[in-house]
């Protein structure tokens, strides 16, 4: 199990990254929510625990961008706030469970064991078109059976859009499923993505649609 604890209280995260590395699980430790998306965009991890009261942009601000970007991993929210109302919206923003501070370590244990039980029971299928092949829970791609390293960003755009074989998808879509809605970027930007797909899985793996979007595999009919 690979944990991203992200937790503005170092004497408390000290303290759960201790405890998770003696049930000898790997965790890495995120102080701020700029942190966290940027170890979201290189790693995958098997669960999130994420405190909702972080400085500057919230712990649900996180959440809300994991979700926009159409990243499942299971979601554990820890809290001060006790209030059903701030329960009710980590759960409304896509948060698979919650504890509210103080808890007891073996709590936050068994919650963490029952979410990837959880998220086991809902694999995705690999995905595939012609000689690519993705397989969405190891985020593993490859291409004649031979592995094809992709960035984080290039591997978004590849399954926003192997999800969706046959159908258009516009840049602006495949921009806020890769960035979110609070992130500018270039307008050029997906446009990069797509040339090096072409460049590491084939010219004709992705279809531009003038004056429309992208497009993997046969059109719909």
Known sequence: MNILLVEDDALLADAICDGVRQQEWAIEHAANADTAKAALLNHAYSVIVLDIGLPGASGLSVLRWM???????????ITARGQLSERIKGLDD??????????????????????????????????????????PEKRIVTRGGERVVLSAHEYRTLLVLIERPGRVV???????????????????????????????LGDHIVVTVHGHGYMIGEPQA
């Open 170 to 200: 516009t840049r602006d879509y495949l921009q806020q499923a890769v960035y979110g809605n609070h992130m500018s970027v270039e307008s050029n930007t997906i446009a990069v993505f797509i040339h090096q797909l072409r460049r590491k």
């Open 94 to 135: 896509g948060a698979d469970d919650y504890l509210i501070k103080p808890f007891e370590f073996d709590e936050l244990l068994a919650r963490l064991r029952a979410l990837i039980r959880r998220s086991k029971g809902h694999v995705v299928g690999c995905l595939s078109c012609g000689e690519v092949r993705v397989d």
């Open 67 to 77: 979700r926009e970007r159409y990243d499942a991993t299971p979601v554990l929210i």
